[in-house]
């Protein structure tokens, strides 16, 4: 069982900077792919970057590449979304994810969900 608790949303300008932060409880979250998810007003939830358990690997979506970076820090059980550059298309309720078997699995079916931050860009 793994939980999963975001924070650091908020109302950025646009072209400025946010860094989100999901705190895990729980014994698998070392050994499991983690990611970002959001949701726009309107919109379906997507999958924003991904990384896996080791940090080795990382994925995103094309409109973040360059932009946003997913790290963790196993040993404080935490996974970050550094968020450089925002645009007002990236407001919405971001959402942690954890997947435990792989970071392909967890990009299309995480097996846990944290309670959503929201991110809104002001023009």
């Known amino acids: 069982q793994v939980q999963l608790v975001e924070s650091g949303g908020g109302l950025v300008q646009d072209g400025g900077s946010l860094r989100l932060s999901c705190a895990a409880s729980?014994?698998?979250?070392?050994?499991?792919?983690m990611g970002w998810f959001r949701q726009a007003p309107g919109k379906e939830r997507e999958i924003v970057a991904g990384?896996?358990?080791?940090?080795?690997?990382?994925t995103y979506i094309d409109s973040v590449k360059g932009r946003f970076t997913i790290f963790r820090d196993n040993a404080k059980s935490t996974v970050y979304l550094q968020m450089n550059r925002v645009k007002p298309e990236d407001t919405g309720v971001y959402y942690c994810?954890?997947?435990?078997?792989?970071?392909?699995?967890?990009?299309?079916?995480?097996?846990?969900w944290g309670q959503g931050t929201q991110v809104t860009v002001s023009s």
């Open positions: 990384i896996n358990w080791s940090g080795s690997i990382t």
């Open positions: 994810a954890a997947g435990t078997v792989s970071i392909r699995a967890m990009t299309s079916k995480p097996d846990y």
């Open positions: 729980g014994r698998t979250f070392s050994s499991s792919a």
